[in-house]
């Protein structure tokens, strides 16, 4: 290449790059481009960072929820007890222990102990005494008990016939042993045969069996039988949960 193409190619180069920073003509689609480029970085940037935002902002709300709706199932556990201790004080009409701290904490489930058992799960729990036996809710109605297997807690839900607990049947308190019965029901044994109950009536805990408090909901009646001096009454729990994932413990009963 000789003398003179260089010569003209750097007095082109000059030229252009004279016109483009004094020309505002040939300047504009270079700044309108670079002005759109600048324009969606920043917009880019915004979008992520409100996207980032909103999902911490979520998840702070998802956990204020959760931490509240415990907090509401615990205290209508609480007022439960406290009409349940007031209408035995208005029948009475004797001074009674009133209690309205029972110690009830959240316990998650783990897994089945057997697959082919789905009344028993493994618990996940803190500070578990295993020289006890515990009453298991969820929501308002009784959902079992829970032994220790070993060291590790094992809840045995209501079908499961080593499940049993203390309860009254009735607008006249019939007391009975309630216990599982493997087919969806609950048994409820030696009832007085002389106190009259009914199929359709409720059965709550008695909480003299220092699992659940007095009046936790267990089910209704749908048959009575007489068997030696007994009642014997069959009871269609409110349980009846297919996948059950977290329950409320009762560690002590004041």
Known sequence: M??????????????????????????????????????????????????????????????????????YDQNHLLMQQISSELNSIYKESNNSSLTTDPKIELVRTVSYVKFSDVNKLWLQMRDFNSSKIYGLIYKDSVAGIVVPYGTKPIALLNGDIKCTYAVYIGQNSAPGIARGNNDGTIIVNFVPSWMPIKVGEEVVTSGLDNLFFKGMKVGKVISIKNSQGYQTATVSPYYKSKEPRYFHLIKEVL
Not at 8 to 15: E, G, K, M, R
Not at 50 to 60: G, K, L, N, T, Y
């Open 2 to 71: 000789n003398k003179g193409l260089l010569l003209f190619f750097a007095i082109f180069i000059a030229l252009l790059s004279g016109a483009i920073y004094y020309s505002s003509t040939i300047q504009s689609p270079f700044l309108s481009l670079a002005s759109t480029v600048q324009n969606s970085y920043f917009h880019s940037v915004k979008y992520f960072s409100d996207a980032i935002d909103e999902h911490f902002d979520q998840q702070r709300h998802i956990q204020e929820l959760k931490q509240k709706l415990q907090d």
